[in-house]
């Protein structure tokens, strides 16, 4: 018999912040928190200003051609949490990478990423440019 079971919230009975959940086959337990994307966010490559969806970022800045700030609502903990990113070429003939701009330095408040074309070891090998659309999601704890 399937059963129904409404909340509106979960609180851990010995510690309120974390919730225990069972996996697969009963053999290991997960936190439930520290298994949930903290933040995400969908723009158009060619402008920040068109945020397609978001969760926990408030928009964030195009510092020039394929180079782009996520702006976190709340912020990490630490600035060791992992960047997943993807893009949207528009086109299946390129061969491309998103990726966290190492060039500057990681906030908690903050992420850079960038959207570069991987044309191999020619001239063009980590050329910036537009996406047309960049996937950004943060995991880890939030501060």
Avoid at 19 to 47: H, M, P, R, Y
């Amino acid at each position: 018999m399937a059963s129904t079971l409404k909340i509106n919230t979960l609180t851990g009975v010995t510690t309120a912040g974390s919730i225990a959940v069972t996996g697969e086959g009963n053999s290991t337990t997960t936190n439930l928190q520290q298994g949930l994307c903290k933040a995400w966010c969908v723009f158009a490559g060619d402008s920040f200003t068109t945020t397609l969806d978001t969760f926990n970022t408030s928009g964030g800045t195009d510092n020039g051609t394929g180079d782009y700030t996520v702006t976190i609502t709340s912020d990490m903990a630490t600035v060791n949490y992992a960047t997943l990113n993807c893009k949207d070429d528009g086109t299946t003939n390129n061969m491309s990478t998103p990726n966290e701009n190492n060039a500057r330095t990681k906030a908690t408040g903050s992420c850079h990423v960038m959207s570069t074309f991987m044309a191999g070891s020619g001239a063009g090998n980590n050329t910036k440019y537009d996406a047309v659309r960049m996937y950004v999601a943060l995991m880890g704890d939030l501060a």
